[in-house]
């Protein structure tokens, strides 16, 4: 069993940066690849960002390319989300997620195994 809980979402004008952290509980969270996704007012949820159990392989979607940035630490159990340069459409609940094969279909949360309750982000223009 993973437990997940995601952490660092707030206010921020446009232009500023947040960190969301997901810390991890669970041995087994070493093995797994973690994805970001956000699910704004009315919207479906969106894929936002993954990585593989290394942290070497990692994918974002066009849209927060150059601007996020995953990572994680495997001493702290715990996936970063960096996230500079945020405008108003980057608002949303954002979610961290565990699958076991990220090489499989990492943008598809229908497959990754274990959720965090998520953190609010607001961007304010």
């Known amino acids: 069993q993973v437990q997940l809980v995601e952490s660092g979402g707030g206010l921020v004008q446009a232009g500023g940066s947040l960190r969301l952290s997901c810390a991890a509980s669970g041995r087994t969270f070493s093995l797994y690849g973690v994805g970001w996704f956000r699910q704004g007012p009315g919207k479906e949820r969106e894929f936002v960002a993954a990585?593989?159990?290394?942290?070497?392989?990692?994918d974002y979607t066009d849209s927060v390319k150059g601007r996020f940035t995953i990572s994680r630490e495997h001493a702290k159990n715990t996936v970063y989300l960096q996230m500079n340069n945020l405008k108003p459409e980057d608002t949303a609940e954002y979610y961290c997620a565990a699958l076991t094969d990220y090489y499989s279909d990492h943008l598809n949360f229908r497959k990754y195994n274990y959720w965090g309750q998520g953190t609010q982000v607001t961007v304010s223009s």
């Open positions: 990585l593989d159990w290394r942290g070497s392989n990692t």
